[in-house]
């Protein structure tokens, strides 16, 4: 029996037997599942590249490896794109959160696999990325080509690309309620009690998976060793405003870089010259290598040494001063490591790199503390732990997630009090210099980015393709009074008309009302032009770069009831006030009922 066949009887045999609101709790345990299996792959792939890498035959020569292997996961990611996929993979989060607010959460099928495929070998071969990215972006894909298959609304897609995000960070990092408040805060999802249960099921389907083929451990071990105390409350301080610092140098280096590698229109060149770059780098820096997991862990486990891997300095690492140094150039180089790799064409995510960095940032700021000889003493392991929080509330504009994921790490709450302070200081910081993050700058420039103001996501999810009528008669510019009434007014309903060039550029509009007195005057229609009736419209619409939001405020100030719309810089169509509230209301219903 084909597919299609057995679907259509399965759809309705569930009308029949199962309400919509069991059925959307069903699949958000499935999706919440795949979820989980499509996190525990993307590691095990990536985890079995790096063991190869580090097999015995080159394990002799590893370091001097570094140099190549990334050139090699960059050309393998080159050759998969361009032969294979035919096309660009884009960043993950920030695709999902533009297929949420501009494609009704319609998101392409070819997704479910691409990062699945690219991203792992982009890491394992030792691209400075992380892994959370892609699995968010390829579980986003199953929820919404699963609710597309099932014939879902809008407004239940949405939910279920917010469930399929939670089980991934679910999954990775096996922090069920850190992941819910993941899905929230990056999707902006409204946390109302319809759509709490679903994330629920799903956020504990995917850490489910993740026990059932890796078992209790997690990525970041940690047991609380020192509680917090009262009197290191200026240095968490302290603290707070040095992650706000990096947070904010993360996030201007990463445009910077991307604008830079946007000069080399060859993605051959780019890949050539990143790949070198993440070499050098690599060759100086190895805990720069790949996601970065085991110096996160050493430094928490205080084994800096471990952390720092062989380097060129090992020698030196007896000196403590030497090791902070090194830490630093860890700390300043993360940034700049990751977003070559991406600018080279590689594929991953920013969420882990956040960590890497900020957990180098708190153990350097706590050895310069305890070493700098006042006789100061802090944890260093906390100060570890808790510079992550900032980097990743900076970062990615994400505070509440931020700290319940560092909460729930620690299997407990002693923590509680540094952690907020960290985490609302770097992100009071680093949004007043920073407004978006990386994943929403792009889109909040476009006027695409999705929050959680309904009326402005409502305007943003609208089509303006399906809001222009092109059924508007043109007037040439060299036409005459009868000519207007022959060509225009005898053939159109309408009481607008553009008046255009031989070009098709806009100049102007003629109502009817500006010929009605005159039209029955046969004398003048050969000598009254259309240079002297028409005139400029209340406003015009630019096409490519006028919001929806921006197009509702001109008719509120202009007072228009249409108005013209440019695309290209020629004239396209007119856009109806009526038709665009009409429009507005039908989408206000689809998404929030």
């Known amino acids: 029996m084909p597919q299609s066949k057995i679907l259509t009887r ?10 919509e609101r069991n059925f ?8 919440g599942l795949l979820a989980g299996l499509v996190t525990v792959t993307l590691k095990n792939i990536t985890y079995f590249i790096q063991s190869l890498l580090e097999g015995k035959f080159i394990k002799d020569y590893q370091t001097t490896l570094y140099f190549i292997f990334p050139i ?7 050759l998969f794109q361009k032969y294979i996929l035919k096309r660009q993979i884009s960043h993950g989060i920030t695709s999902t959160l533009f297929a949420i607010s501009k494609r009704n959460g319609i998101i392409e099928r070819f997704k479910i696999f691409a990062s699945l495929i690219a991203a792992p070998i982009t890491a394992g071969f030792g691209g400075s990325v992380g892994l959370q990215g892609p699995a968010v972006s390829t579980a986003s894909a199953i929820g919404s080509n699963l609710s597309q ?13 917010g469930c399929a995000a939670a089980g991934a960070m679910s999954s990775m990092f096996k922090a069920p309620i850190a992941a819910i408040i993941f899905a929230v805060e990056i999707f902006t999802l409204d946390l109302a009690f319809t759509s709490l249960i679903p994330l629920l099921l799903a956020s504990v389907s995917a850490v489910i998976m993740s026990y059932l083929f890796q078992g209790t451990d997690v990525l970041l071990g940690f047991e609380l060793q020192d509680k917090f105390e009262i009197k290191d409350i200026h240095f968490y301080v302290f603290l707070g405003l040095m992650t706000g610092i990096a947070s904010i140098y993360f996030t201007k280096m990463y445009f910077f870089i991307t604008q830079f590698f946007k000069r080399f229109s060859n993605s ?3 890949l050539v010259i990143g790949g070198v770059a993440i070499g050098m780098m690599l060759y100086f820096i190895p805990p720069l290598y790949g996601e970065g997991y085991n110096l996160i862990n050493n430094l928490l486990d205080g084994n800096h040494i471990a952390a720092l891997g062989e380097t060129p300095f090992d020698e030196h690492l007896d000196n403590i001063w030497v090791v902070i140094l090194l830490l630093m150039g860890v700390v300043i180089f993360k940034a700049i490591a990751m977003t070559t790799t991406f600018a080279a064409g590689g594929v991953g995510g920013i969420f882990i ?4 960095m900020g957990s180098a940032l708190g153990n350097v700021i706590a050895k310069v503390i305890n070493n700098i000889g006042f006789g100061f003493q802090v944890s260093e392991s906390n100060f ?5 929080t900032g980097l990743m509330a900076g970062v990615l504009h994400a505070p509440l997630t931020a700290i319940f994921l560092i909460a729930e790490i620690t299997g407990g709450y002693e923590l509680f009090v540094p952690l907020m302070i960290v985490t609302a200081i770097s992100f009071a910081i680093t949004k007043y210099f920073v407004p978006n993050s990386i994943y929403t700058s792009e889109l909040a420039k476009k006027g695409q980015l999705i929050t959680h103001n309904k009326d402005k996501n409502v305007l943003m999810m609208m089509n303006l393709d399906k809001i222009i009528e092109t059924n508007f008669k043109k007037i040439s510019v060299d036409a005459n009074l009868g000519e207007i009434l022959k060509n225009g007014v005898a053939k159109s309903t309408r009481n607008i008309f553009p008046i255009v060039n031989d070009e098709n550029e806009f100049l102007g509009i003629i109502l009817l009302d500006d010929i009605r007195n005159i039209m029955f005057e046969t004398n003048l229609y050969e000598t009254t032009m259309v240079s002297d009736l028409m005139h400029s419209a209340p406003d015009v619409i ?3 770069n006028d919001s929806m939001e921006q197009i509702m405020k001109k008719f509120r100030y202009s007072g228009a009831w249409n108005l013209p719309v440019i695309k290209d810089n020629k004239y396209y169509g007119f856009i109806s006030k009526s038709k665009l509230l009409t429009v507005y209301r039908r989408k206000l219903i689809e998404v929030t009922h």
Do not use: C, E, N
């Open 10 to 19: 399965f759809l309705i045999w569930k009308y029949k037997h199962i309400s």
């Open 24 to 31: 959307v709790y069903i699949l958000s345990v499935f999706v």
């Open 72 to 78: 090699i996961g960059l050309l393998l990611v080159f």
């Open 149 to 161: 298959a099932f014939h879902v609304d809008t407004k239940t897609r949405m939910l279920l690309i």
């Open 268 to 270: 051959v060149h780019r």
């Open 353 to 356: 790199p956040t960590l890497f």
């Open 384 to 388: 570890t732990l808790i510079g992550m």
């Open 542 to 544: 630019d096409y490519d």
